[in-house]
């Protein structure tokens, strides 16, 4: 009965055996267990994005990663008071060991060693000054801090990473292109280099990119062809930057 | 647990009532959580124009108005053509929320298709963060720490104080600087535009022109450093110097110089354009 349904609900042609192993078929797909939603492991998954995602370097620097102002300006405050202090402190040992010359040499040595020390720790600050204020919600305040970084004696490598990470990530134009200045004296170093190769493909900014073009060709960075290449024959990059890295390999080249 | 204090003000303009070729602005006044302090604005839109005033007032009045729509550049349209015969245009809602939150306000354009124009008035001392991208900036009278950017619009900056970093992409950068923040830096750049900057005469900064493209310009007694290119010393590295049969390119044409003594470091650059760096009264 029900075959002789299913024979006259068929198209001609079609035997009713075959629509018979078809149902089969779908019978044991449905058998066939699917597996519960873990929730632990989803959990886990979905922890495991937002922890990538608040260690992204990007994101914390935008973020959480900027001091609130008024946070900023008291450390900026105490730094310098820091700073005050320990000059005073180097005037006064400066004129005592100068009245120590003439007696005791041992006490001379001592006060020499402090001076020093006291140096030391005056450019440890000067840097955290400048570390601290490219940290600053202003942008005006990033800037100074970037431009600071030219003053300092032997930066750290932590001086550099930090402008790096402004010229990957800082939100404002002006102070990446201002980081590209302040890199320049330490484009000998790799990371500097391989940094430069990277924001040239990742900046969003016309003017930037072309400091960076710029930057290439000053030091001569040979490495860094591929990177302009692609610059040079993408339609959507800006057709001045476009111009910019063809005259980057020419001067390469 | 911090305790925030937040005082938020939402506001969303709904469908003015009345069709209207030009249709009414929207109002909203944002009182301040801290009078006593200089608060901050920041606006952030991608269709529009942003007006920003100093004034007496101890709040901010921010004033929107949406443009007609427009699509795409195909079927553009101008804002006066007349509607079809026998129809009216009605005015269709310019939605935008306002947040004040311990005297930082920061106004935000729920569609980014939306174009709207924004009239603020704040008080004479306020700090801004004032971004469009398809839309000119203009402040006036307005003092602090000015954070000003545009895509495809001129910036224009009328009688400000404090310290600027501005930036546009395809547009004019003009600024009158009446009093600048001692021991700040600033930066006025352009890529597709000339750089205008009138200065305080007795301005103590180190200034840095450039101009790919275009000529630099000054009525300033400008300090110029002999060599221009201040890190050369640094910059040969040692791979430069291993590789004696490279020959050098010079691509630093910036202009190095001091005036009124030196101070803080003031970026002029433009890459298709003239920079100008006028003396001011």
């Given at each position: 009965m029900e075959q002789d349904k299913l024979s006259r609900l068929?198209?001609?042609?079609?035997?009713p055996r075959d629509a018979d192993e078809l149902d089969a078929t779908w019978q044991m797909l449905g058998a066939i267990e699917s597996p519960a939603p873990d929730s632990e492991r989803m959990r886990a998954r979905i922890d495991a994005v937002i922890d990538a995602i608040d260690h992204a370097p990007g994101f914390t620097r935008t973020t959480?990663?900027?001091?609130h102002p008024t946070r900023g300006y008291v450390l900026q405050g105490l730094a310098t008071a820091a700073m005050l202090v320990i000059g005073i402190g180097i005037g006064w040992f400066a004129r005592s060991g100068g009245f120590a010359s003439g007696a005791s040499r041992p006490a001379s040595n001592d006060a020499t060693a402090q001076i020093a020390a006291m140096r030391a720790e005056m450019r440890d600050l000067r840097e955290m000054v400048s570390l601290s204020l490219m940290q600053q919600q202003s942008a005006s305040e990033r800037l100074k801090g970037v431009t600071w970084t030219g003053q300092?004696?032997?930066?750290?490598?932590e001086v550099v990473t930090a402008l790096l990470d402004a010229l990957m990530h800082d939100p404002n134009v002006n102070v990446r292109l201002a980081t590209i200045d302040a890199l320049e004296r330490f484009a000998s170093q790799d990371e500097v280099r391989r940094g430069a190769i990277l924001a040239v493909q990742q900046q969003r900014s016309p003017l930037v990119q072309i400091a960076l073009i710029d930057f290439m060709v000053k030091t001569n960075e040979r490495e860094s062809v591929a990177a302009l290449r692609r610059l040079a024959m993408?339609?959507?990059?800006n057709d001045a930057v476009r111009a910019r890295a063809e005259w980057g390999l020419q001067q390469l080249g | 647990m911090r305790n925030v204090f937040l005082c938020t003000v939402l506001f969303t303009a709904f469908v003015a009532p009345i069709a209207a070729q030009t249709p009414e602005p929207q109002r909203v006044t944002v009182p301040l959580s801290d009078p006593g302090r200089p608060g901050s604005l920041q606006v952030d839109i991608v269709m529009g124009s942003i007006t920003v005033k100093g004034t007496n007032r101890k709040d901010m009045l921010i004033e929107a108005r949406g443009n007609p729509v427009v699509g795409p550049p195909r079927r553009r349209r101008s804002p006066d053509e007349p509607p079809p015969p026998g129809l009216r245009r009605l005015t269709q809602n310019t939605p935008f929320s306002v947040e004040e939150d311990r005297n930082e306000v920061s106004v935000d354009v729920e569609s980014p298709t939306r174009s709207i124009d924004f009239v603020i008035e704040v008080p004479l001392r306020t700090n801004l963060e004032v971004e469009t991208v398809m839309g000119s900036v203009t402040v006036e009278g307005v003092e602090g720490e000015l954070e000003i950017e545009s895509v495809n619009g001129e910036v224009t900056l009328t009688n400000v104080g404090g310290s600027v970093v501005a930036h546009t992409v395809n547009g004019k950068l003009l600024a009158t600087i009446a009093r600048a923040m001692p021991q700040q830096p600033m930066a006025f750049t352009s890529l597709n535009g000339s750089v205008d900057v009138t200065l305080p005469a007795n301005v103590k900064a180190n200034l840095k022109l450039r101009s790919d493209q275009g000529d630099v310009y000054t009525d300033f007694d400008l300090q110029q450093?002999?060599?221009?290119?201040?890190?050369r010393g640094q910059r040969d590295n040692g791979r430069q110097r291993d590789d004696p049969g490279r020959r050098r390119v010079e691509v630093d044409n910036a202009i190095y110089g001091s005036i009124n003594g030196g101070g803080p470091d003031f970026e002029m650059r433009t890459f298709n354009g003239n920079v100008y760096v006028r003396k001011g009264k």
């Open positions: 068929l198209p001609d042609g079609v035997d959480e990663g900027r001091l300092l004696d032997r930066p750290s490598s993408d339609p959507q990059v | 450093a002999v060599d221009t290119d201040r890190n």
